[in-house]
């Protein structure tokens, strides 16, 4: 089966960092993909991972271990911008379709 | 920079009625999705495309749903009869490639609702 878990709502303060994780039971495993949706809007590509390890984007930096099943998404400085949903996706290596699970996402609230 | 453009942004139809949900992919781009979201709950993937044929569907993808390339940018997601509980958002997506490093980029939606 394929399960992946996130925390259902999180808050934090301006400026401040959060982490946010993601742990994954899937039957295949080609790369685990973070999203941000704002309520009502597509979700839009924020990171992705596909070998062990910490990798950077700016204010966005994402971490995966495979051998634990497990990512996080790091959020520095937050601004209040960044309230939203934060979904965690895992590819399926099925290489003829490549399609991407999603988990329930976590709710993100910055506050001031 | 390129993006998935999806039409009508919302839709609303009658239960029993068949929709008709058009997306246009990015133009380099060789895979296509199409996932859907009730309000409230997560992506939920339906089916992808690939080489003008259903690559892989899930379970929510029954009969009453079907896919169409008709042309070279369009692709359509097709409802025959819609129920109360079709009622979402539908989200088109693409990829450039099968790799592990390319993302799905996604369309803005469409709200179907079904009355």
């Known amino acids: 089966g394929q399960n992946i878990d996130q925390p259902t709502e999180m808050t934090a303060t301006e400026g401040a960092i959060v982490q946010i994780n993601c742990t994954y039971q899937t039957s295949g495993f080609n790369g685990l993909f973070w999203y941000q949706q704002h309520a009502g809007e597509a979700p839009t590509f924020l990171s992705y991972?596909?070998?062990?390890g910490l990798e950077e984007k700016g204010r966005f930096s994402s971490f995966l271990s495979r051998s634990k099943g497990y990512s996080y998404l790091l959020l520095k400085e937050l601004q209040m911008k960044d309230s939203a949903s934060y979904l965690c996706?895992?590819?399926?290596?099925?290489?003829?379709?490549?399609?991407?699970?999603f988990g329930t996402g976590t709710l993100l609230a910055v506050q001031p | 920079e390129p993006e998935v453009t999806q039409t009508p942004s919302h839709q609303v139809t009658q239960m029993g009625q068949e929709v008709i949900l058009r997306c246009v992919p990015i133009s380099n781009h060789l895979y296509f999705y199409w996932y859907r979201q009730i309000l409230g709950q997560k992506v939920e993937f339906l089916v992808s495309f690939y080489n003008n044929e259903i690559s892989e569907k899930s379970e929510i993808f029954d009969d009453q749903f079907s896919v169409e390339r008709p042309d070279g940018s369009n692709f359509t997601l097709k409802i025959r009869s819609t129920k109360l509980e079709d009622s979402a958002m539908y989200f088109c997506a693409s990829s450039e490639v099968g790799d592990y490093n390319s993302p799905l980029h996604f369309g803005n939606g469409t709200r179907l609702t079904v009355t």
């Open positions: 991972n596909v070998l062990d």
């Open positions: 996706a895992v590819r399926d290596d099925n290489g003829a379709t490549n399609k991407l699970i």
